[in-house]
């Protein structure tokens, strides 16, 4: 039973909170640059109205190209269900799931998002493909170090043991542990990388020089293209979920069980998301878009983040530094 | 002994590999009857040796020992013991082999006519049955006679299709290489007789000292390295593996090479026994190397086979880099997670065998129903194939280590062992270990861009030539073989634990171990490596909810999303309103960002030429990219080339073309050779 009211949460949070993410970051960029920009409910409004909308659909593409979007979409809420929104919720029992499997599934819908980019015959896709194959390849082994560490520091593969053996150490001051610190500029680096923000890839750019997420789905319409914008900013908000919930754990600080105590866990959730947000928009403002060659500099920059954490761990044998 | 005893079948199973090779050779003139009769005997053989080895790993830890030729000589005895490790890849072998059988009806039929049946079947047969004694010898010269024996009947088979010129230069490569492996194999078996006076692969090594046992695992990771495909000793690899025909392609990616990890376990772990912890860290570092560089130089081949071969050796990377955290283990006294790693390895073995089996033979179908196997030429295929796209795109998914397919338990099993090695391990080796993860993370990443590139440019977009267009669907003998295989790898890939026990049991009697206690769950599968925590992963409910969720997506489109029509139009192209197939994204354009990054590996070079009109406007562009294997031009093109140089110098001094001259080499050798025996 926890279970299932687990999994109802956890999808509910998720399919409700990721749209609002893209909305807080495109308002923030708007107020920058002296616009009123679109409301911050606008991503809503836009999937109520593509879902609501036909199909084209190429002539020359086959069922790979239907199939990609409900399986993009899919296996980002299936990922989600990994990476708890509070442990509060966590049932006694484990997730049946750690970060290689994490990995493993959003691979399989990048694996068909790439192969839909391809099923058009359209050079946009094919383009598209190309980059986020070389952008996938690089990210990964940061994405793997850095969770790997942090399981070591915690003694568990599964994300959800993780984030509970780090809220439990977390009485003290945890920002003043360099391993976590170095984590975190990792995972920071990664989140940009793996959701297609402003130094990797331009969002709100359709221009062929530049865009890679949006190349891709460059064919979509109607819902297959609702759903693949949501899987994308689901995808988004895993991954800041996981940074926040691993990282920056909260939940020691409340004491109250039941009801009230899962409610409050939850809005200091949501206070953590929103401050990342504004950090995720704040490097977008700041940067400009990175010469497509040069990602392999930041790519090594997260590697090189996570490694020194891992060396950090190892160096002090495993102990956590506890500064009271 | 009763005819329900398992020995006897795997007896049986000899025989009618032998008189089917026999038959083959006798029916050489009816093409069709010797297709259906030879292969009708290996499925059958098979079947029976898959039960005899799944009863011996079920059966109980006692070994099966067969003997063909008994004499008093210390090493002219033929003898067979079949132990849990022998038999677990015997299943391996006739797991694959029942597919590739089945496979062979409707592949083979195309040669009708043209090429010798017969001969063929002749030397797949035999090529089985070498790799049945490989597996089963329990005596280093028998073990090496019939390495030997493998090694030339695979040569064989890759020069089956001799005309082409290419095929013939593969074959030359191909059985020059695995003879210098061979020699370091012999120049090991040798050192090791000389210590024990004894060739037996089950007896004790204790007569070794450490210094020379050293030497020994040097010989024989050259040896097995080089049929392992381990970079640097790859260079065969991409070469022999296209030239043959695809079912034998089949059979040499997914278990000929498997024979080198059989042959390190058994003659390092198993007779050598594992006393240095560098042993393992050598594998450990081989391992990353091959994985990383394998993919990524399969990334940059536009031949579909050889983008295969390639990712044989990154899969034969993962497979050794969990061999060495095992032997590292291992040599540190650490069971638990050596036999971890010990298995891991093992299902990798097993696993990669399976899906790289079934993307041969989807390589294969592919040149059946087109002719060609360059991928730029392809497209689109998966409209006029329908049924070989989709097992080729689970092999695809699971070649990438993505769930639920059973390449990610692999994946999962050798992460594992490395958490459970960093975290419980005091030794500097975590640093090498943490690369391994780093490594394992690239080579899965650039895998699942090889296979997308694999996949997408030869089965999705249009047509990109004639050859594409006139595609039809295979015969269906060939896609039931491709389809039992992807089910099996989907059904390990659900169910993992079955196969994780099989090869638990199996390797019980190598470390007389089981960590069945550490390992739990039905559909699941749970580590205990910690004392508080469990690992676990469950592809079977991570399937479950990917399904529950896809249709609950389409129910909620439904109910929100009103009428909906779908409509087929051309692709977008910018209002130009001529787009054409030669527009779609090629293979080489879509790896041109890795080339261009790793370009220190592929040392890209382009050509541009144009030809006629202006500057400007000229009338047609020629434009080539080039990129070269680093190994191939900086190691051993210099040796090759002054080997040639030097030959042909002393050629004339030392083959001197005079009959009395080699009298006189012949006189000496005998000199030497009676003063050497006389003086030791």
């Not at chain 2, 006798?26 to 080895?53: E, W």
């Not at chain 2, 011996?56 to 210390?74: A, E, N, R, Y």
């Not at chain 2, 063929?120 to 004694?133: N, Q, R, V």
Request: hydrophobic share 55%.
């Amino acid at each position: 039973m926890t279970y299932i009211i687990y999994i109802i949460v956890q999808i509910m949070i998720m399919l409700l909170l990721a749209p609002l993410i893209n909305g807080i970051i495109k308002k923030i960029k708007a107020f920058t640059q002296k616009r009123t920009g679109p409301p911050i409910l606008q991503m809503y409004y836009d999937l109520f109205k593509l879902i609501r909308k036909n199909s084209v659909v190429s002539e020359a593409s086959s069922w790979i190209y239907k199939a990609a979007p409900y399986i993009v979409f899919s296996t980002s809420l299936t990922a989600a269900l990994l990476v708890p929104v509070t442990i509060k919720l966590v049932p006694s029992f484990n997730i049946s799931g750690d970060f290689v499997i994490f990995v493993s599934i959003l691979a399989l819908g990048r694996f068909f998002m790439m192969a839909a980019g391809l099923d058009t015959g359209s050079t946009f896709g094919g383009m598209g493909s190309s980059r986020e194959a070389m952008i996938s390849s690089l990210a990964e082994p940061s994405i793997l170090v850095c969770l790997f560490t942090a399981g070591l520091i915690a003694g568990s593969t599964s994300l959800d043991q993780m984030m509970m053996f780090m809220q439990a150490k977390g009485q003290g001051i945890i920002l003043m542990n360099p391993a976590i610190i170095l984590l975190f500029l990792a995972l920071l680096t990664i989140i940009i990388m793996e959701t297609a923000r402003i130094p990797i890839d331009d969002p709100s750019t359709h221009l062929e020089l530049t865009m890679v997420h949006e190349a891709m789905i460059l064919e979509y319409s109607g819902r297959h293209l609702a759903l693949m914008e949501y899987g994308a900013a689901i995808k988004q908000l895993i991954f800041i979920t996981l940074l926040v919930n691993l990282l920056l754990p909260h939940d020691q600080f409340i004491g109250a069980a039941g009801l009230g105590g899962i409610l409050i866990s939850l809005l200091i959730y949501f206070l953590k998301v929103i401050v990342i947000t504004v950090v995720i928009a704040l490097i977008e403002i700041n940067t400009v878009k990175l010469r497509l060659f040069s990602i392999p500099n930041l790519a090594a920059l997260s590697f090189i983040l996570s490694f020194l954490a891992f060396l950090q761990y190892f160096l002090l044998g495993g102990g956590y530094v506890q500064l009271i | 002994m009763g005819i329900l005893q398992f020995d006897n079948y795997i007896q049986l199973c000899i025989l009618l590999f032998f008189i089917g090779s026999i038959i083959a050779l006798g029916l050489n003139k009816k093409a069709r009857l010797c297709n259906y009769v030879s292969n009708g005997i290996s499925i059958i053989a098979t079947a029976l040796l898959a039960f005899a080895s799944i009863m011996q790993i079920m059966g109980g830890k006692d070994v099966i020992k067969l003997s063909l030729l008994k004499s008093t000589l210390p090493f002219i005895r033929l003898e067979m013991t079949i132990d849990g490790l022998s038999a677990i890849f015997l299943l391996i072998l006739s797991l694959l082999t029942i597919c590739v059988s089945t496979y062979s009806i409707g592949y083979i039929s195309s040669y009708y006519g043209k090429r010798n049946v017969g001969l063929f079947y002749f030397l797949y047969m035999s090529f089985i049955l070498s790799m049945i004694f490989v597996f089963t010898s329990s005596n280093a010269v028998f073990f090496y006679i019939v390495w030997e024996g493998m090694a030339l009947l695979s040569y064989f088979l890759v020069i089956y299709e001799s005309e082409r010129s290419e095929n013939r230069q593969a074959g030359t490569l191909y059985i020059v290489m695995t003879h210098i492996g061979t020699a370091f194999l012999l120049i090991g078996i040798m050192i090791s007789y000389s210590y024990t006076n004894s060739f037996d692969l089950f007896g004790s090594s204790d007569a070794i000292p450490a210094g020379a046992k050293n030497v020994i695992f040097i010989m024989y990771l050259l040896g097995f390295g080089t049929k392992a495909g381990a970079i640097p000793l790859h260079i065969w690899l991409p070469y022999a593996h296209p030239a043959a025909p695809s079912n034998v392609s089949a059979l040499m990616s997914g278990i000929m090479i498997k024979t080198a990890v059989y042959g390190l376990i058994r003659f390092v772990m198993g007779f050598l026994g594992l006393q240095e912890a560098w042993w393992g860290i050598l594998i450990i570092i081989i391992g990353i190397v091959s994985a990383v560089l394998g993919v990524a130089y399969a990334m940059m081949e536009t031949d579909i086979k050889r983008i295969l071969a390639y990712s044989s050796v990154e899969n034969m990377g993962i497979i050794l880099l969990g061999l060495g955290v095992s032997f590292t283990a291992l040599a540190y006294g650490n069971l638990l997670v050596g036999q971890l790693a010990l298995i891991a390895s093992i299902l990798h073995t097993l696993n990669h065998a399976l899906f790289k089996g079934g993307l041969f033979l989807g390589a294969g179908s592919v040149h059946y129903a087109t002719g060609t196997k360059d991928i730029e030429k392809l497209g689109g295929l998966i409209k006029k194939m329908p049924i070989s796209a989709l097992l080729v795109l689970c092999f695809s998914l699971a070649v990438s280590s993505i769930v639920p397919f059973n390449g990610f338990i692999g994946e999962w099993l050798t992460m594992q062992s490395i958490f459970a090695s960093v975290a419980h391990g005091k030794h500097g080796i975590n640093i090498l270990l943490i690369l391994g993860v780093a490594a394992l993370g690239l080579a899965g990443a650039l895998a699942a861009a090889c296979f997308v590139r694999f996949f997408g440019i030869s089965f999705l977009g249009i047509e990109r030539s004639e050859h594409a267009l006139k595609a039809e669907e295979v015969p269906r003998s060939m896609n039931i073989a491709m389809g039992i295989l992807a089910l099996i790898c989907l059904s390990i890939g659900i169910f993992p634990l079955v196969a994780i026990k099989l090869i638990d049991r199996a390797s019980y009697g190598l470390l007389g171990s089981s960590i069945l206690d550490q390992i739990q769950g039905g559909f699941l599968v749970s580590w205990y490596s910690m004392e508080f925590t469990s690992n676990r992963i469950s592809s079977f409910e991570i399937l479950a909810v990917l399904v529950v969720i896809i249709l609950l997506s389409l129910l909620a489109l439904r109910v929100l999303g009103g009428k909906y029509i779908e409509r087929r139009y051309g692709t977008w192209d910018c209002g130009f309103e001529a787009l054409n197939s030669r527009m779609q994204y090629t293979a080489t354009g879509f790896s041109k960002p890795i080339r261009i990054i790793f370009r220190i590996l592929f040392r890209p070079s382009r050509k541009r030429s144009t030809k006629g009109g202006t500057a400007y406007y000229p009338e047609t562009i020629e434009y080539t990219v080039d990129s070269e294997s680093v190994f191939e031009k900086y190691i051993y093109k210099p040796v090759f080339v002054r080997a040639r140089i030097w030959s042909r110098r002393t050629k004339f001094t030392v083959q001197t073309g005079n009959i009395h001259n080699y009298l006189t080499y012949i006189f000496i050798t005998v000199i030497v050779l009676m003063a050497y025996n006389s003086f030791i």
